[in-house]
């Protein structure tokens, strides 16, 4: 079947931590290619540290993309999708490079004692709220991917989960 769109040009990750700030850093995944006649288990993570993440693509479908992780301590709780900038331009061959790119946004579950810890109540209560938030941003994210390009959900006015800082 004939693609009608080209894939993303740039497919990056934004892992943002459990700790209220906010992580700017973008990495560059390895991408690995699996087709419907692959074996699931090559799926599967090889060690304990490799984490995995599954973009469901279809150029042919006007679904949009989705991405699951099948990782143990990471979870995806967003994909953007934005204009790649610097591609617009033609590639050697003459086609026309695709003009967007993937941000598969994420989270890492934390290994923390929380009874060693001194906070304040505070501290303790916009913790508690972030978590929260990136929650419900994980809970709602395929549903939220089907209404517009970007997934970004922060807390509302009248929202519990929204901070007055």
Not at 1 to 29: D, R
Not at 45 to 72: G, M, R
Not at 106 to 131: G, V, Y
Request: charged share 20%; net charge negative; glycine share 4%.
């Amino acid at each position: 079947m004939a693609s009608n769109k080209p894939p993303p040009y740039y497919i990056l990750f934004s892992n943002s931590s459990l700790s209220p700030a906010p992580s700017a850093t973008l990495g560059h995944p390895t991408i690995q290619y699996h087709y419907a006649d692959d074996s699931p288990l090559s799926l599967l993570p090889q060690h304990p540290q490799e984490h995995v993440l599954l973009l469901d693509y279809d150029p042919s479908s006007s679904a949009p993309p989705t991405v699951k992780s099948i990782s143990k301590n990471m979870s995806v709780t967003g994909l953007k999708i934005e204009d790649a900038p610097g591609v617009a331009a033609v590639d050697e061959g003459g086609a026309k490079r695709a003009e967007k790119m993937f941000i598969i946004e994420t989270t890492m579950l934390e290994n923390r004692n929380a009874d060693h810890e001194d906070k304040s109540p505070h501290a303790i209560l916009t913790e508690f709220k972030h978590k929260n938030a990136i929650l419900r941003r994980g809970l709602v994210y395929p549903e939220t991917s089907k209404a517009g390009s970007t997934t970004n959900l922060s807390p509302t006015r009248n929202s519990p989960l929204r901070s007055d800082g």
